[in-house]
């Protein structure tokens, strides 16, 4: 297994140290800016010196994309994408286990990073300033401990995602959209349009939604378990789940300080969805709070 340096004589480029490499070899990135890269070699690690030391700004990889990986098990560590037409980090369909960790991925005119692989882990990433999706991810995924900014939507995501300790921040639309079969533990939801966006069979358990423009948390599907989280100052309810949302257990909240209602189930909602132990100053109807 060889560690190959960039930039050097023999390799100028990533992409010319990705060329040449081995399954298990490394690539170390030096501080400076460079070209976007393809990974098409399994287990490789590429790492850079930090976000905001070794910037990939340059060429695209593929398209207006700044990097593509089409490998298994590789990690991408240490750098800032920025600057590209369509996205900064792209994982192609069918590639798994790979780890994206401490990366940055900004001002994109369209998303931060792109996860359409199965099995990967996003971990320690900042997403910032990218004019539609932060993360869009299909299925079977894992974010942790990322901190999503200023994007359109911060998450958007398929099935089977699991979403744990993110901050979702000023998002133009929603924080976070969370598909069917998700579970999201202890994710914060601050100062969007609305916190986060629920489909169905998804476990909602310990997060906060603070001060969004409209709802802490949507339900607008079936079969979710909200169970423990924090929703207070924001502009209409801190939960509200549509009147055609059915099977729903709404439980153990905390919802305060909402304008509009900190609970709200337009009937037959409030009838078609359990809700018990929430702590609230308000609800319509006025039975959902204890």
Do not use: W
Request: net charge negative; aromatic share 6%.
């Amino acid at each position: 297994m060889t560690l190959r340096i960039v930039p050097t004589d023999d390799f100028p480029t990533v992409q010319a140290a990705i060329d040449d490499s081995a399954p298990g070899d490394s690539i170390k990135l030096l501080v400076g800016t460079f070209d976007g890269f393809e990974v098409t070699v399994e287990n490789l690690k590429i790492f850079g010196c930090g976000i905001g030391r070794t910037i990939i700004s340059g060429q695209p990889a593929q398209g207006n994309i700044g990097v593509v990986v089409k490998a298994n098990r590789t990690v991408l560590q240490g750098f800032t994408v920025q600057g590209f037409l369509d996205s900064g980090v792209l994982i192609e369909f069918t590639y798994e286990n790979n780890v994206v960790k401490e990366i940055e991925s900004r001002f994109n005119t369209l998303r931060g990073l792109i996860i359409l692989g199965v099995n990967n882990l996003i971990l320690n990433c900042k997403v910032a300033n990218n004019a539609d999706v932060g993360i869009l991810a299909s299925r079977n995924n894992c974010i942790m401990n990322c901190k999503m900014t200023n994007n359109d939507r911060g998450f958007n995501g398929g099935i089977n995602n699991i979403l744990i300790h993110n901050l979702f921040k000023e998002s133009g639309l929603t924080g976070c959209f969370l598909g069917n079969n998700s579970i999201a533990f202890r994710n914060t939801f601050l100062n969007g349009l609305r916190g986060l966006d629920v489909n169905s069979n998804n476990m909602i358990i310990e997060n906060m939604s603070c001060r969004n423009s409209e709802t802490g948390i949507l339900i607008s599907s079936d079969d979710n378990v909200i169970d423990s989280n924090l929703t207070r100052n924001n502009n209409l309810s801190g939960i509200n789940v549509m009147e055609f949302a059915t099977n729903n257990t709404i439980r153990f909240n905390k919802a305060f300080n909402n304008s509009l209602f900190d609970i709200q189930a337009t009937p037959p909602a409030n009838e078609n969805n359990t809700f018990n132990g929430n702590k609230c100053g308000n609800s319509f109807p006025p039975e959902l709070c204890t």
